[in-house]
């Protein structure tokens, strides 16, 4: 989030300190070794995560405990949730997980408008604040889970706690705020089963080490496929080219393959067939495309379902369905009237708009547009 000419900080689950690397320092400011020094991210070694409330006062109070949910080996899938410590070596994956995690990313946010003295003169200062707790928790127990839900009702708390520390320090009339979020999150494949959904878990690699067996037998190619890294199939070039045989050929075998297995919504290659030109699917897989580190053929997996290797989390985003790609935007700050905007808009809008709203330099990059609800 610090671009290229930023600073930038981030929770290392090995230490529990924040670091940052030798691309933006040489050495830490004063604050920040202060702030590590007084180890807070240990505050949690030997305790429980509970709720923070009355358990009949939750929405989500019957989820607490489904089979489909992932246990870090050993925090459990049920409150309450036992911290563990750092010699373990899972301690501080576990604090973010939790509440503490986004805790300590304001508790550091505090830290750095005192320590760089932001917002104390006329030029415009950018802190940019990663709560990456939600994240983390939909991925060992899913959207609609009670930690869910208890990790929302604290982060609103943290965030309340930051505003009215901005407020004393900085003058509301000073800021300007900005919430967002870069994916959503599905719901758990068996939940939406069970809401009558067809769905699907299947693995990468089994999917490719059969999408392999079929282009040996077919097509005579030992090992077209290197690697299956979601969402991408990575082709062996020279190996085709060993076999003489057409690259085409083996991306319409694969194309025609996948669309016959559960799970999966379409495989697209980056040269689309000519049937799939034009889908509402063909531009956002080709705004998704790196020539330099994006594989041979997307492969786009089917509503509510997860094309994902068993592991340790449970639920995985990246798909190109709303639930993933619908995110909220919330400006607010002196001279935004209240309102609401149901047209469509993007993340990308957001740089351009701010842009604008301080009188700089649009980045080089942006393809967004000025959202005109907020700067008139």
Request: no cysteine; charged share 20%; net charge negative.
């Amino acid at each position: 989030m610090a671009g290229h000419v930023g600073d930038a900080y981030w929770m290392s689950v090995e230490t529990g300190a924040y670091e940052t690397s030798s691309y933006y320092f040489d050495t830490y400011p004063d604050w920040v070794l202060k702030w590590n020094a007084k180890r807070p991210a240990d505050a949690a070694i030997g305790s429980n995560w509970v709720l923070h409330d009355p358990l009949d006062t939750y929405l989500l109070a019957n989820n607490d405990d489904r089979p489909y949910e992932a246990d870090l080996k050993g925090f459990g899938r049920t409150f309450p949730h036992s911290y563990g410590d750092p010699a373990d070596g899972l301690y501080y994956t576990q604090v973010v997980i939790g509440p503490l995690g986004d805790q300590l990313t304001a508790s550091f946010g505090k830290a750095a408008i005192l320590g760089e003295g932001l917002g104390l003169d006329d030029d415009v200062d950018y802190l940019s604040l990663s709560f990456s707790g939600v994240d983390a928790t939909n991925h060992f127990f899913g959207p609609s889970s009670l930690e869910n839900e208890e990790m929302v009702r604290m982060l609103d708390r943290t965030l309340a706690d930051l505003f009215a520390f901005i407020d004393e320090n900085v003058g509301r009339e000073n800021v300007l705020y900005l919430l967002s979020a870069d994916h959503g999150m599905p719901e758990m494949p068996e939940q939406m089963a069970d809401h009558g959904h067809t769905t699907a878990r299947a693995g990468q690699t089994v999917l490719a080490d059969q999408l392999n067996v079929e282009i040996r037998e077919t097509l005579g190619v030992d090992t077209a496929i290197k690697a299956f890294f979601r969402p991408y199939i990575y082709l062996d070039d020279d190996a085709i080219e060993t076999a003489n045989v057409n690259k085409r050929d083996v991306e319409r075998l694969i194309v025609d393959s996948l669309a016959s297995r559960p799970g999966v919504a379409l495989a697209m290659p980056k040269e689309p067939f000519p049937e799939q030109r034009g889908g509402f699917l063909e531009s956002p897989i080709r705004n998704n495309y790196h020539p330099a580190r994006s594989g041979d053929i997307y492969v786009v997996q089917s509503p509510y379902s997860f094309l994902l290797d068993p592991g340790a989390v449970a639920v995985m985003h990246g798909s190109p369905w709303r639930y993933d790609t619908h995110v909220p935007i919330l400006f607010a700050g002196p001279g935004i009237e209240a309102g609401q905007v149901t047209r469509r808009v993007a993340t990308v809008d957001v740089a351009v708009t701010l842009s604008r709203m301080f009188g700089t330099t649009i980045p080089s990059g942006t393809a967004g547009t000025v959202l005109v609800e907020v700067w008139k």
